[in-house]
């Protein structure tokens, strides 16, 4: 009698790594085969399903990255950007506010005196409404900075419209004397019928004094944020001093200029305990610190998951069901239940993987295609980002719905019925 | 062509009790009926269909066995329960001395991988994957090497004269040449038994002869059971059981 399998010189352990890397080359070389050929329908249609799936994720999560990102008002063009470690961007659409930055206009003096760094600036965000003559007064998002000569862009806006420097800081005590001007974005012009020139009234909301009067020195396209949004630049300390920001010299974050690791050093010498990121990448991290944007990519990713099993589970099943023959000769020629199963299970992790992967790229395009859409109608500039962890996240939740997905392939394989297959 | 080694062609076995015994396959009293849902007989108000009743018979190393009679006599339900895919519903089947009717699924499938080869009418080779790759597919679960799987798989192949044909796929194969790859397959992992079901049932008189005098080659070492309708395929076999409504009828 022949027992060729167990006479083998080799160990247990090789043959029983012979016999899995066996299965799945196998399972690899009947799923190329079968995608390539003629019956390769049910399998592009899986892959489609997933790659779908997983780029309408991406492309939800990247509008969530976006927002918890700061959006608009962080569209500047700044090397390294601090904000308080408990950020939340809420804080300025619900009116609560949330942690900010101390000492800022102090502190950007110190990072400003780093080698390799070009500029530093606080960046206060208040909501104020501001009036024109006799115009209805309009709600208006002011943004506090100190500028330079140099063509910078904060909130979408040229920093250079203003005079540069901060002379109503003056050191401290903020009793320089006012600038009074004010760079108003297209649609907050609009909104006041303001143009280049005019004087400005701020009357009343959170800043606390009225009355105060600045002038238009620019209506400029904002630049990489919303167009839509009603946005206007002050100088960093009159905000602070309207707001009553200026004790504590508070400020929702600090930007800086400069060579990239020299402007994240002085930066973080400033505030050691503060984030300290990189800008031109989103930073991921802030989808867990801002609500609304943390839900929005909860309830994606549940609806891809759900999605993306279902279809998966569906799909696979038929699959196997189509497929049962094959099943039935593993069987015939000693293949035992669990390596066939590893079979489908292969098959199925192979099919959502290269699924993830299409969907991958989906995801990035329809990133683009949405900031493209969004340029080309009401809101120019990314409402939606793409980062590099989102390749690894969508490969992730492929696979994790394939996990999710695959008892049901398995029950249809498990229930296959040997003599019914290939008995005559 | 297809003589075993020295080693594993001494036509004995050493039964569970430790005899010698030349006897590779025995059926005792084997008893089967179908239930209603096509399985083992499940309750005793389930329609059932007997297929087998009391069959008895020994099958040597080195013999060829056919099996005729008409539709529904029972040959492929002999050849599932040789080939242990199904567990009669009386009786014992001893397969190299083992008693497969007392095995788990597991035992049986590992028993059936160690010694048994089928060889279906319908051929029953996998679409998608080459001709080599259908001769190897048993070597994989052995745990054999990829490099020694293709080489056996290659060296069957040859030996069916089928050397020009390794990798090519079976939609690319006559109807001929798929049995002869079917035959490769049953043979890679060297089993004591070959299991045949209508062996020639899909081919032309010619084409059939060919696999016949295959089957008759592999027989020199092994035992083979072969079901069939056709005197031609039973012409090779050394002992013809002639079955009717599932009882052995004749011996010739």
Not at chain 1, 9 to 16: F, M, Q, V
Not at chain 1, 160 to 182: C, K, Q, V, W
Not at chain 2, 120 to 130: A, I, T, V, Y
Request: proline share 4%.
């Amino acid at each position: 009698m022949s027992d060729e399998a167990d006479d083998l010189p080799d160990g247990l352990e090789t043959r029983r790594r012979r016999r899995w890397t066996g299965l799945i080359g196998l399972t690899f070389s009947r799923w190329w085969q079968r995608a390539s050929g003629t019956t390769a329908g049910r399998i592009i249609s899986t892959v489609a399903a997933v790659a779908l799936t997983i780029a309408f994720l991406l492309v939800v999560t990247g509008i969530a990255l976006s927002l918890a990102d700061g959006g608009m008002t962080a569209a500047d063009d700044a090397t390294v950007r601090i904000t308080p470690e408990d950020q939340s961007t809420l804080s300025s659409v619900d009116g609560v506010e949330g942690p900010r930055l101390g000492a800022t206009n102090e502190r950007a003096s110190e990072i400003r005196a780093h080698d390799g760094v070009a500029h530093a600036s606080p960046v206060l965000i208040e909501t104020g409404r501001l009036e024109v003559a006799d115009s209805d007064p309009q709600t208006v998002r002011l943004v506090g900075v100190v500028s330079d000569d140099e063509p910078r862009t904060v909130a979408g806006l040229p920093t250079d419209r203003l005079e540069a420097g901060d002379p109503h800081y003056a050191n401290g005590s903020y009793d320089g004397s006012r600038a009074g001007e004010i760079v108003l974005s297209r649609t907050a012009a609009d909104r006041l019928d303001a143009s280049a020139g005019d004087e400005v009234t701020v009357l009343t909301g959170p800043v606390r004094s009225a009355n105060l009067s600045m002038t238009v020195t620019a209506v400029a396209e904002t630049d990489g944020g919303e167009d839509g949004a009603p946005v206007a630049l002050v100088h960093a300390s009159e905000l602070q001093s309207l707001s009553g920001a200026a004790d504590g010299q508070l400020a929702d974050r600090m930007v800086v200029w400069g060579d990239d690791d020299d402007a994240r050093s002085a930066a973080a010498d400033a505030y050691p305990d503060a984030s300290v990121a990189v800008t031109g990448t989103a930073d991921p991290t802030a989808l867990f610190d801002d609500g609304l944007a943390f839900a929005t990519s909860v309830i994606a990713l549940v609806v891809g998951v759900t999605i993306c099993a279902s279809f998966v589970a569906t799909t696979m099943g038929m699959t196997v069901d189509e497929d049962r023959r094959t099943l039935a000769v593993l069987e015939s020629i000693g293949v035992p239940a669990r390596g066939r199963l590893a079979v489908i299970a292969i098959s199925t992790g192979i099919t959502t993987l290269v699924g993830s992967f299409v969907g991958v790229g989906l995801g990035a395009a329809g990133i683009a295609a949405v900031n493209a859409a969004a340029s080309a109608t009401v809101a120019p500039g990314a409402v939606a980002q793409f980062h590099p962890l989102f390749v690894p996240y969508g490969i992730a939740v492929a696979l994790l719905s394939g996990l999710v997905a695959v008892p049901y392939p398995l029950a249809v394989a498990a229930r296959t019925s040997v003599l019914a297959e290939v008995g005559r | 062509m297809f003589n075993r080694s020295a080693q594993d062609s001494q036509s004995s076995i050493t039964e569970a009790d430790g005899r010698e015994s030349t006897t590779a396959v025995r059926l005792e009293g084997v008893t089967h009926q179908y239930g209603s849902s096509g399985g083992r007989l499940r309750s005793s108000d389930e329609r059932t269909v007997t297929a087998l009743r009391n069959v008895s018979f020994d099958v040597a190393m080195g013999s060829i066995v056919g099996l005729e009679g008409p539709s529904g006599s029972g040959k492929s339900t002999i050849l599932h329960a040789v080939a242990g895919l199904l567990v009669p519903t009386d009786g014992r089947v001893r397969l190299c001395g083992t008693d497969l009717t007392a095995l788990s699924d597991a035992e049986r499938t590992r028993m059936r991988r160690r010694h048994i080869g089928i060889v279906f009418q319908r051929f029953h080779l996998l679409p998608s994957l080459s001709a080599r790759a259908n001769v190897a597919l048993p070597l994989v679960q052995a745990g054999i090497s990829r490099s020694d799987r293709r080489a056996r798989a290659t060296t069957l192949l040859e030996a069916v004269g089928l050397g020009d044909r390794t990798t090519h796929l079976p939609g690319e194969l006559s109807g001929g040449e798929r049995q002869r790859v079917a035959i490769a397959r049953a043979l890679s992992t060297d089993p004591d038994v070959i299991v045949a079901d209508e062996p020639t049932g899909e081919l032309d008189t010619a084409t059939g002869t060919d696999v016949l005098e295959l089957l008759t080659d592999i027989g020199r070492d092994r035992a083979v059971v072969v079901a069939s309708h056709d005197a031609a395929t039973l012409s090779v076999a050394d002992r013809v059981i002639t079955l009717r409504d599932g009882r052995v009828n004749d011996v010739r």
